[in-house]
């Protein structure tokens, strides 16, 4: 079965500091994988996206995430973490007709 | 406006009451999606259209009952709730709704906030 899992519910870190989210997911192929942003009292934001290629994406805010298919992992990275930053990130593998979502991993930022 | 937009942000209602939230997308695209998203649980995928079609109803109780009266537009009327229905109420769309290479990027609305006393 499909399944997206964030291991880690609460992360607390210093700005300035760096910040890696995990997510590990189960699919029988490929995946198309995304992270997503989620500010309180708001929508989801997308931050990247994999679909195929290169496996170190860029996206949006200064984000960056690793694919590696050895280790069913596609981990969400950012070298200096900004106060606005805090928010609960979602992790995502889209099956053939519909999104798997993670249960999201809160991001707690100290200044 | 652009992107989604998803009225009323807040809604407050009793269990004999009718409701309805609306959502709306003004990026041209084919697939709209209700999810529910509960404390500490994942996103639940409600509903899914695609070309005003229902192309998914993810076991959702008869007391949501969806409308896609074109592309663009997305209902969701609520009638007899429970207070276990209280959750933020998210509407997303994406270019399709998918097929063997997986679903598109999805576009999210800021969500309604339901409270159901």
């Known amino acids: 079965a499909q399944s997206v899992t964030q291991p880690d519910i609460h992360i607390t870190v210093s700005e300035g500091a760096s910040l890696e989210l995990r997510c590990n997911y189960s699919?029988?192929?490929?995946?198309?994988l995304f992270w997503y942003v989620q500010s309180p009292g708001q929508g989801l934001q997308l931050l990247l996206k994999?679909?195929?290629?290169?496996?170190l994406v860029q996206g949006i805010k200064g984000f960056e995430a690793e694919f590696k298919r050895s280790q069913s992992s596609f981990n969400l990275r950012k070298p200096s973490v900004h106060w606005s930053d805090a928010a609960e990130y979602f992790c995502a593998v889209s099956g053939t007709y519909k999104y798997i979502f993670g249960t999201g991993t809160r991001l707690k930022v100290l200044a | 406006e652009t992107g989604v937009t998803q009225t009323p942000r807040h809604l407050v209602m009793g269990m004999t009451n009718k409701k309805s939230l609306k959502c709306e997308q003004h990026?041209?695209?084919?697939?709209m999606y209700w999810y529910k998203q509960s404390a500490k649980k994942p996103l639940e995928l409600m509903f899914v259209?695609?070309?005003?079609?229902?192309?998914e109803n993810n076991s959702v109780p008869s007391r949501f009952s969806p409308e896609c009266p074109n592309s663009s537009h997305l209902f969701l009327h609520l009638h007899t709730l429970q207070p276990e229905d209280s959750a933020l109420y998210l509407c997303?769309?994406?270019?399709?709704?998918?097929?063997?290479?997986?679903?598109?990027?999805?576009?999210f609305g800021p969500g309604t906030r339901l409270t159901v006393l």
């Open positions: 994999y679909f195929s290629g290169d496996t």
């Open positions: 990026l041209g695209h084919n697939a």
């Open positions: 259209y695609n070309f005003k079609e229902q192309t």
């Open positions: 997303a769309s994406s270019r399709t709704s998918g097929g063997v290479g997986g679903v598109d990027e999805q576009f």
């Open positions: 699919y029988g192929a490929t995946p198309y």
